[in-house]
């Protein structure tokens, strides 16, 4: 798919089930188009003296309900579209789970792994700078995304400080905890994954120890989930990065392949030095392939449009959850509700991120922190109502998981929408 339908089709989307479920259109509208979006070119000095400049975007997408929320991604493929598509995801998300929030995102374009840890620095320093009228604690709070990371935030949250002369650590979340950040906010993505697919292998009767697992994405979320599924007792028998995978009949150890990937940085090095080597087989393939594996749960946890009307009919799966935002493109959702396959769609799935970056901005705003427990049991509850309330329009209404938390967030919109007056509301006054 091309990156500027990113934005097009997740707006097809929003109409397509804002139709199937009753959403009026007033609704819809105020949806259809992103408040404000801000982009700038970012100077930065390059380590040889020279001065790059980088192709910068800030969306705050819709704040009906509070304060724009959502990540900065650092990646070669980023557009505005792009930007916008995630951004009004994350107003969906933060409607699904009942998080006073609205959603934003933000992007840079630029490939970070040509960058060094100074240059990347500066460019975080350099976003934050071209950003901070545009962003705020009361207005639009930025947090981690692909190729950013606790580290970028502390420094775009020092930056932001510097610049306001304030203290003011709920500007951003996913922070280092020494700067403010929250105990469990690091996992948080992984974990809410995995508390929504143990929600949904209850009520289909999977057991962990006879389901298989395929995971394309060993980043952030990637990675948590896979670990959280491992100790559960599911076979993980596929993983892959941006540079390709590995497949093994028996299951990996899920821990030890991240360990070995932190050193080499190569996931299809890992099974390849020492006793793991001798003591584990597995093949490699590629990113495609692992789409097309016949496993039990897929989940894509990379980018988006990875499951289109090009490969679902290869795909296997049963489930699919959806822990990158946006891996399947809109004109297959039907298809893959007709014939069966069930999707835990990306809106609940891996919202379990910005629901600790609200438990991260609550606490800054408190000036108290809670303790991991504390953390995890909220996420926890947070995620497993949304799941329930999800799963009752699903099965009350005969929707799909996805139109079910469509319709979730967009009926909370709508009580916003319809409190500020709708058509109806002036159109009768004025006959009155
Ligand atoms: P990350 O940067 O930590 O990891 C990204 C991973 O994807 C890496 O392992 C990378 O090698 C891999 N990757 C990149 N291109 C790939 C490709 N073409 N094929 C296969 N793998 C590829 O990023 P992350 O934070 O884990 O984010 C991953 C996804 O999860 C994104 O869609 C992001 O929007 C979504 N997400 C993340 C969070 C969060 O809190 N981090 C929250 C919600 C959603």
Same mark, same amino acid.
């Given at each position: ?204 009767? !999977?057991?962990? @120890?006879? #389901?298989? =697992? ?5 980043? &952030? +979320? *990637? ?112 298809? !893959?509700?007709? @014939?069966? #396959?069930? =999707? ?5 799935? &891996? +919202? *379990? ?80």
């Amino acid at each position: 798919m091309e990156d500027s339908n990113v934005f097009i089709d997740a707006l097809d989307r929003l109409r397509r089930i804002g139709e199937q479920t009753g959403i009026p259109t007033e609704v819809i509208d105020a949806l259809a188009r992103p408040k404000a979006t801000l982009s700038a070119s970012l100077p930065v000095r390059m380590d040889d003296g020279s001065r790059g400049y980088f192709e910068a975007y800030r969306c705050r997408y819709n704040d009906a309900l509070g304060p724009t929320k959502g990540g900065i991604r650092f990646h070669p493929e980023v557009t505005i579209d792009e930007v916008r598509a995630l951004a009004l995801w994350m107003t969906l998300k933060c409607g699904v789970v009942g998080l006073p929030y609205g959603g934003g995102k933000g992007g840079v374009i630029v490939d970070a792994k040509d960058l060094s840890r100074l240059e990347i620095e500066r460019l975080s320093r350099a976003y934050v700078r071209a950003m901070a009228d545009f962003i705020g604690p009361d207005v639009d709070i930025p947090a981690p995304d692909m190729y950013t990371n606790e580290r970028i935030m502390g420094w775009m949250a020092d930056e932001y400080q510097t610049i306001k002369r304030v203290h003011a650590p709920d500007v951003i979340t996913g922070k280092p905890i020494v700067l403010g950040g929250s105990l469990g906010r690091s996992e948080a993505t992984g974990r809410g994954a995995f508390i929504v697919i143990q929600e949904l292998a209850a009520r289909k009767g !999977l057991t962990p @120890r006879e #389901t298989t =697992v395929a995971v394309q994405g060993f980043g &952030n +979320a *990637g990675y948590h989930v896979a670990r959280l599924l491992h100790q559960e007792g599911y076979h993980i028998v596929a993983i892959s990065d941006s540079k390709g995978g590995i497949y093994s009949d028996a299951g990996f150890d899920v821990e030890s392949v991240y360990q070995r990937k932190q050193e080499s940085s190569e996931l299809h090095g890992v099974y390849c030095e020492g006793s793991v080597c001798n003591m584990v087989e597995h093949d490699r393939i590629t990113n495609e392939e692992l789409l097309e594996l016949d496993v039990d749960i897929l989940i894509p946890a990379a980018l988006e449009s990875v499951i289109t009307s090009e490969n679902v009919d290869r795909v296997k799966a049963p489930y699919i959850a959806e822990v990158a935002n946006g891996p399947i493109s809109g004109d297959v959702d039907t298809k !893959l509700f007709d @014939r069966g #396959t069930v =999707v835990l769609p990306d809106v609940l799935t &891996n +919202a *379990g991120g910005v629901t600790v970056s609200y438990f991260e901005w609550v606490q800054n705003r408190q000036g108290f922190a809670w303790d991991l427990e504390e953390v995890r049991n909220r996420l926890a509850s947070a995620l497993i109502d949304a799941f329930d309330a999800v799963w009752q329009i699903a099965t009350d209404e005969g929707l799909s998981l996805r139109s079910a938390a469509y319709a979730r967030a967009l009926r909370r919109i709508g009580e916003q929408v319809e409190a500020q007056g709708t058509r109806a509301y002036f159109g009768n006054a004025a006959e009155e």
